[in-house]
Structures are given as C-alpha cells and as structure tokens.
C-alpha cells in the first residue's frame, strides 16, 4: 500500500488521536474483523476540523477556478496512483469484486475532472449584470450585479453503497470543492480502510497544489458522537448525505433545530417504478424480462436506482412473468455489503412474503436462496398495494415486487406514490403519446424518467439529475450527480452600485475571465 492504514481521522493536515474505538471493518465474506481498529474523533478532534474548515473557508473560496480545478485533477491523480490498493481494500471491506471498484474508482475521477473543467471554464457562477440609468424616468435605475458564492464549510456523510463515487471523494465533496467550500466528511463504518486510502490521496492532491488547511477532513465515529455534533456546530453551512431515510431525517431534524438551521441535501429511499405497456409486451416479453432482472439484482440490488416495483397491466405479461421465473429460481445468492445490510434484506423479504395478498413469483432454488443477498419476486394486485403501505417500502437489495392491475388502474395509482430518483415507461412511441397523463405523472414523481431503458447506471453528465421529490431525497430541486450538484451548495449574492476595480472579475466590465454572462437579460457569449 502507498500509505499504510492508522485507523485514526484525518484533521487538516494531522491525524486524530482518538480514545473510544468506532469498531472495525468486517470480511465481507466471512465477517472475519480487519485491522486496524478506528478509533472514534474526540469532541475536541470534531471542533478542530470544523474550526480548520471555517478559517480555510475564505482563503479557499477565493481561489480562481483554475487553482481549484487544478486541486481537484490533482485528487483524481492521486486515486489513480492508489486504485490497485482500493480495489484490494475495497473488496474485502465491501464484498464488491475488483472491477466493480475500479470502474467506481474511474466514475469518481471522471466526476471529478468534469468538475475541474466546469469551474476553470468560470461561467457556472451565473454572472448577471444590469448596468445604471441615471436618466431613466420615474426613477432612475442604479447599477446592480450578482453571481453565485459558495456558502462555506459542508459535512458529507459517506454511503454504504458507493465506497467511492457517494463517498470521500465522491460526488458531495466534489461538488463542495468545486463551489470553493471546504468539507469535512464523516466516514462510513462498512468501508473505513478504503475511506482512508481516499482521504490520504486527497491530503497528498491538497499538499501539493496549495491548498490552506482545513480545506479537507475525515472523521470517524457515529452519528450521535460525530455526525450531529459536525452537524450542529456553528461553521457548518450545509450537509450532503447519502443512505437510509431514517438517517437522512435525523440529519434534517439536527440541522433544522440549530439556531441557524441549513439545508440538508439528503438521498433516502426510492422504489424506481417501472410501467410496462403492452407495446413492449410484444416487442418480445422475454427480452424484458431478462433486462429488467439485470437491473434488478445489478450490485446485488443495492444501487440506489435498482427498479423495485413494476406495474403490468392485468392479463398480460404471463411470458415475461414465466421467463422471470426462470431467472430467478436459477440465480446464486450475492455478498451484500454488510452484515446489518444483509439481514435487513431478509427481514424485509419475510414481511412481504407474509403480507395479505401478495404472491411469491419466484425466489432463488439455490442452497441459501431465501438467505441474505437472494433476490426474489412477489405480485400484488393494484387495490392490495393501495391498501398496505408496507408494499410502497424499499427493499434495499434484488427484490420486486409486480402491481397488477387495468391501464387506468395504474395510471390513477402513480399520483399516490411517494417521490422517486427515478420512474420508467416501457412501451411504443405511440403509446407515450397516448398516455401523455401517465408520462406527466411519472414526470411529477421522479427526477429522472425513462422510455425503454432502465434505471442503473447513472451517467455523470451536465444534464444529469439524481433526485426527486421527498423522501427520495430531502429536496427535490437538487442532484447529487452531475455539475447541476454544485448549486446545492452556493448562493446568490448581488452588489449594488460598486465600483468596478472591487467587483469580482466575473462582474467586471471587462470580463477579463471570459466567461458567459447575462446582461441586462441577454445570455451573452465572452468578448
């Protein structure tokens, strides 16, 4: 290993100390514990970190783009150099094989460079400028500019699921960095070695580009000793979090009770609904099938964005249940990732078992097949899963569960979901012109919809949005994936009447950055 493993947090540039051990990473395989011991940041170890983030904060924010991109290409260099000691960490922490982590090493390098040319490019800031008329009549119109300013220090809390790209380096810290933010992240107990490895990459990117101290750090411990005193304390401006909606409303409590509450951008739970018109029941129903079971059991189901509830329409579908079927009384049982995890899955699969009028489609014939990581596949009719709120839950792991029922059934339930990451209509094009009501309210419950695919994999993009309506995350209007993410932790601030040689260059006449601007309302391109 380039850097070998202390168990200990990471507070600017120094390590924690420690007292009370936070525990140890498991096998996942054979829940043998794996050293070292962490040990969990002390109160005074969670002041210092956030106190550092807070005397960075202005140094940091004042960065130029270029200073900034060039600290985050540089933390992606860094994970490259390290990606043979994630992989062999990861696997043994996680469960998740070699290229499954190195693909997610890739994604999170990628996300990370994408971020670096948005904030070297500049024009993100949203320069608006309206120039003075002295001589307008009534009144005369003074001279007002704005643009985006990062909000300050952000805590981010890591994933389970995602030991890389939702994690450390992933997508919360590099939307806070590239809004010029500091972060101070709370790593998550199922992954620590790998966090480490994580947090000492970007220790060596911070160190050799510049950056202040306090511009990044890494605690552990839980969330009652870490978590809520990192959330409440004063500097902190905004939090970023990835898990359990249980987890998430905690925070959102935390943080709405503070003197000066903060938004909490948090990702919960999400079923991903899949609606399948008969149009794509005769394209070839068995083809479906086995697309839609690849989604389902990708990661043994522990995607965010795994399709957990599917609606068919009543008296259709009876090959594409069979193939199903198939595909799941043949499948082999996955390594979740935790022990906790794994037995959450089991208990939530009994209780849908066990509910009235549900039906088992088909479970894993494999020894285990009822065990932790086994998918299955239960069926319910349209008035049933209206009546039993346990059926609109999210199973985290390869389980569904199909709604029967008639088109317009199903059309009047999907208003009565909760909000999702993600919706998708299979069918004709015909057809979506037709159900033009449904699309719209597919569109009202998810951040994403979409036509003939599904919903795993999550392309890192401009155009990308990973959200949706409560409780698939705590505000609808936000993504944790893409560059739209970085909006989540800047705000609008506007300058009236200030002279030009004070404004920021990117309100300045000359526009000396070149970037795109809006001046008195026209989107104009750099000179």
Not at 197 to 217: C, D, H, K, W, Y
Request: proline letters at 7%; a negative charge.
């Amino acid at each position: 290993m380039k850097s070998p493993l202390t168990g200990t947090s990471v507070i600017g540039y120094s390590r924690g100390q420690g007292e009370t051990p936070a525990g140890q990473a498991v096998h996942a395989s054979s829940g043998a514990k794996l050293e070292p011991i962490y040990l969990s940041a002390t109160p005074e170890e969670v002041d210092q970190a956030v106190e550092l983030a807070a005397t960075a904060s202005p140094l940091y924010s004042k960065l130029t783009g270029k200073e900034r991109g060039a600290f985050l290409r540089a933390i992606a260099a860094e994970l490259e150099a390290v990606v043979d000691d994630i992989a062999e960490r990861g696997t043994l922490e996680t469960g998740l094989p070699d290229a499954r982590l190195r693909g997610e090493t890739g994604r999170t390098t990628g996300q990370l460079r994408l971020f670096a040319a948005l904030v070297e490019e500049g024009s993100w800031v949203d320069a608006r400028i309206e120039r003075a008329q002295p001589e307008r009549q009534p009144l005369p119109k003074v001279d007002i500019r704005s643009m985006l300013k990062p909000l300050g220090p952000v805590a981010v809390f890591c994933a389970s699921n995602f030991p890389l790209a939702f994690s450390v380096a992933g997508g919360d810290t590099a939307a806070a960095l590239s809004a010029g933010c500091p972060v101070v992240v709370i790593a998550h107990h199922a992954h620590p070695g790998v966090a480490e490895i994580v947090a000492q990459a970007i220790l060596r990117a911070a160190l050799a580009t510049g950056m202040p101290e306090g511009v990044f750090s890494l605690l552990y411990g839980g969330g009652p000793a870490v978590g809520i005193p990192v959330v409440q304390h004063p500097a902190i401006q905004a939090v970023g979090f990835t898990g359990s909606r249980h987890g998430g409303t905690a925070l959102m409590a935390a943080a709405a009770s503070r003197p000066q509450p903060i938004p909490v951008y948090a990702e919960m739970s999400s079923v991903n609904p899949v609606v399948i018109l008969p149009g794509a029941l005769e394209r070839g129903e068995a083809a479906l099938a086995e697309a839609f079971f690849n989604s389902l059991v990708l990661g043994v189901g522990q995607f965010c964005t795994n399709p957990g509830l599917v609606f068919l329409p009543d008296g259709m579908g009876l090959v594409f249940l069979d193939r199903l079927k198939q595909l799941v009384g043949t499948s082999m049982p996955g390594v979740m990732l935790s022990e906790g995890v794994a037995q959450a899955y089991v208990d939530a699969v009994d209780a849908f078992a066990n509910s009235e009028g549900v039906e088992t489609v088909g479970r894993s014939a494999a020894p285990n097949g009822t065990g932790p990581g086994a998918a299955a596949i239960f069926s319910v009719s349209v008035r049933r899963f209206l009546e039993d709120d346990l059926l609109q839950s999210e199973i985290f792991g390869p389980a569904a569960l199909i709604v029967r029922g008639s088109l317009a059934e199903i059309e009047a339930t999907i208003p009565e979901l909760e909000g999702q990451l993600t919706a998708t209509i299979h069918g004709t094009e015909a057809e979506l012109a037709h159900h033009s009501a449904l699309v719209a309210a597919l569109a009202n419950k998810a951040g994403r919809v979409i036509f003939n695919g599904f919903p795993t994999g999550v392309e890192v993009c401009h155009a990308m949005v990973h959200g949706g309506p409560y409780p698939a995350t705590s505000d609808g209007r936000s993504t944790s994936v893409g560059t739209m993410s970085i909006q989540r932790f800047v705000r609008a601030v506007c300058y009236q009447s200030f002279p030009d040689a004070i404004l920021a260059p990117e309100l300045q006449d000359a526009n000396p950055l070149g970037i795109w601007r809006t001046e008195e309302g026209k989107r104009l391109p750099p000179p």
